[in-house]
């Protein structure tokens, strides 16, 4: 039993080990490859941040939504509806923002990179590449992992403006909420450093998604199964890395 | 060809609607109560008790917000809180008599300091200092006072009169 349990430790020690040296090697190419390949990072953009723009914006909407619903119901027992903006507009900022996006990006991007990475590998396409002289981490993970980092922080800014939009539709079109109001108390509750709060989590949350990623495609088991596990695994370990560092952001920040 | 374009288009809309929702979230969200001149003189104000004042409270004069808090210390020789704070350069001509007291926006807001003017010919200036101050009224004072009241005034009664 006890010895089971050590395994399993030295066995993850052994996989975080790996994971952070694979992430060392990843920015070791960052610079060459944005500078000399990055056609290569803008398609991963393309890939990994426009095509999950739609699903961005119909969440952000309704998680808005819900939020101006739930803030009016509640504030209004103490006559504080107008108050609204500022419950939705810090709740969307600086935490539901950046982890919904982050969540919603690896279910969207994460498992497509880690799926494609993986039937690459599964298909010796980069044991050919190798053969070739070419380094796969070079034009294979590198730019997968550059263009989810672009991508995650334009994908939170969208999501928490489009969820602000959804607040105010609910809360000032359809609740009666005045404008104004609502405006004006979320403006003046709001700081620039709330703002960049979220920034920072986006950015590290960025990180975090794009490596696990590409590291599970990279890592899996060259078989059929072995590629479906490394997708259930990125979403999973991404869904508990981000929630766990987002605490840790928070207390760190406040 | 046409794939290329299609994700062209794709990445240029994505990276525009990114970086205006950014744009959006940095200028439309925050602070209206930013207060940016481009000149200020700084003023100081002398209060027996700031209460819960912060670095960059707003400084108003009939309701507009004039200017910024910037400092607060404690003077070890006067035993008396000194605040500093800046005007803008707009408002020069504030009589330098006015009256500076603590307030709070609201039952439960965050405290500010409002001006009232004074009737003197001479005006407010780079590192004037106003005279006539009011503290802030600190709630748990007054309802301790309310509570002890009937009773002898000095039991219990560590108030700052």
Redesign the interface.
């Known amino acids: 039993m006890l010895r089971d349990i050590w395994a399993t430790f030295i066995g993850f020690l052994h996989g975080f080990g790996a994971m952070c040296l694979f992430f060392l090697r990843l920015l070791q190419y960052t610079p060459s490859v944005l500078y000399k390949r990055f056609s290569l990072v803008?398609?991963q953009?393309?890939n990994a941040?426009?095509?999950s723009?739609v699903i961005i914006m119909v969440c952000g909407l309704f998680v808005g939504g819900v939020l101006g619903l739930q803030a009016y119901s509640n504030l209004e027992r103490f006559n504080a509806e107008d108050t609204t903006g500022i419950f939705a507009?810090f709740a969307l900022?600086k935490e539901i923002g950046p982890v919904i996006t982050a969540l919603l990006f690896a279910g969207r991007a994460g498992t497509a990179l880690a799926s494609e990475i993986g039937l690459m590998k599964a298909t010796d396409q980069l044991s050919a590449m190798e053969m070739m002289a070419v380094d796969p981490l070079r034009y294979v993970a590198v730019p997968r992992f550059l263009g989810g980092v672009i991508?995650m922080?334009?994908?939170v800014?969208?999501f928490?403006?489009?969820g602000?939009l959804g607040s105010h539709l609910v809360a000032v079109e359809l609740l009666g909420v005045d404008v104004g109001a609502y405006w004006?108390q979320?403006?003046?509750a709001?700081?620039?450093e709330?703002?960049m709060e979220?920034?920072y989590k986006s950015i590290v949350f960025g990180v975090i998604a794009s490596l696990l990623a590409v590291w599970e495609g990279y890592n899996s088991v060259p078989t059929a199964e072995g590629v479906g596990r490394a997708t259930t695994r990125t979403v999973v370990i991404t869904a508990i890395a981000v929630l766990v560092f987002d605490f840790m952001i928070t207390a760190w920040v406040l | 060809m046409k794939q290329t374009r299609t994700i062209e288009l794709g990445t240029g809309l994505f990276a525009l609607l990114g970086i205006g929702a950014l744009f959006f979230l940095t200028t439309q969200t925050t602070g209206n109560n930013d207060f940016d001149a481009a000149e200020t003189f700084q003023v100081e104000a002398r209060f027996d008790n700031v209460g819960s004042l912060k670095k960059r409270a707003p400084v108003s004069m009939s309701g507009v917000t004039i200017g910024r808090v910037t400092n607060i210390r404690f003077d070890p020789v006067a035993l008396e809180a000194v605040v500093t704070f800046v005007i803008d350069s707009r408002y020069d001509e504030i009589p330098d008599d006015s009256d500076a007291s603590i307030l709070t926006a609201g039952l439960l807001g965050s405290q500010y300091i409002g001006l009232q003017p004074g009737g003197s010919p001479v005006y407010l200036e780079e590192g004037s200092e106003i005279y006539f101050t009011q503290s802030a009224v600190i709630l748990e004072n007054l309802v301790g006072k309310f509570l002890l009241r009937g009773g002898s005034d000095d039991d219990g009664d560590d108030g700052d009169e």
Do not use: F, K, R
């Open positions: 803008a398609y953009v393309y941040g426009a095509l723009i507009g900022i991508s922080p334009l994908l800014a969208v928490t403006a489009i602000l004006q979320l403006q003046n709001l700081d620039m709330d703002v979220g920034i």
